[in-house]
């Protein structure tokens, strides 16, 4: 664990890796055996569910913009 | 496509925004966002005195007090390291939903010749406007245009904090100061010595938006004073120069301007015992300044006393509950 901490993740930050190489490996298992097809057939409200949840994960868990440029974005006092 | 199809779409994106607009409040680093963001919840035309500034200005003028002392309804939109362009937007914002017949501006800031200084800072000021054109100014006049994104949707600036969000960032910002704070601690100053002889030349950035500051006051017949809080003028060589400088300009547009380290004796300020550091008053001395400007505004200018008023009833609560706010961290 420390190693990884040195290298700058964090426990949540491996604990995301982590489910992003499980995600990664899934959608790699189920490629081209109809896993689109499967999406589309699941009702609406599923398929938004699920687009949103990739869409935030990637703004929100994304590494880009200025706190990743900057070493530390912290407000002073005043 | 149909027009079910049409409707899912813009449902959908509708539906995403809102979500956006979640997500950015949560992770948004809200530290300072307390001063400004609550003046959104001032009811229309009801506050007749906004304070503009830097630190000096929040951290020295305590509304709540003017209010108990002397019945005036103001509220403190300054911010650490406000420069002049932030104040002028700021102002702006103010007069969208306000009509303040005084504006006490703090001319600290004359001494900062950079519009950007620095990014956190305008993001303190910029996140917390509601949007509206005037925000769209600020953003694109203070800032490069290869950083706007980062102000338009400023969850780029902040998504980096999912790591640390606690329960309170999923609640609404909140403060019972109208704007202000406190800065704890003692130092032991001395009177500043104040060369009147010495001119330096105002940084041009800074002034222009004080010149634009006066304009939009004059168009919106707004009285504009000016103030300079006190602080240990004398650690930097050339602020005084500065501040000479613009004691000339004062004089020449005849223009309000009270330099409160001249008139510290009057104010009754202990140097040696009035301050946190060299640049903030503490509690104390806030007090004193707070008291001073309060009977300066009343016995110089015609400012309305509220107190009493039906209307003004929750400045009354306000003030109970920031009465118990000061107590507690003044322990």
Redesign the interface.
Known sequence: MSIIQQAGL?F??VVLLMLSILGCMMVDQFRGKGLYRYFRSRS?ILQ?LI??LI??AV????I?????DQTG???SN? | MTIKQCI?TIL?LV??VV??RF?TYV?R?K??AEYIYNFRDEPKNSIDVILLGS?HMY?TIQPMELWNDYGIASYNLGS??QSLPLSYYLLKEAIRKQKPSYVVLDVYMLIMPLKDYT??RVH?VVDNMEWSVNKIDAITDIISSD?WI?YFLN?????????EVTKKDFQRIKSVTKGSDF?QGHTKLKEPVWRKDEKVEIPKMPLSYLYKIVRLCKENNIELIFTLMPYAVDTHKEHTGIFNSFEEIVVENEWDYFNLISLSKEIGLDWSKDFAET??VNPNGSRKVTKYLGKLLRNCYQITDHRGEKEYQSWNLNFDAYFDYRRKILV
């Open positions: 964090d949540q930050n609406w938004w687009i949103y869409v935030f703004i929100i868990f994304g880009y913009g200025p706190s990743y974005f912290l407000y005043f | 899912h959908f539906l995403f979500l956006l997500a992770l680093d530290s300072g630190s951290r650490s390291e990014h956190e303190q950083e980062y969850i780029g600036q902040y998504h980096s904090r999912w790591t800065t640049q903030h």
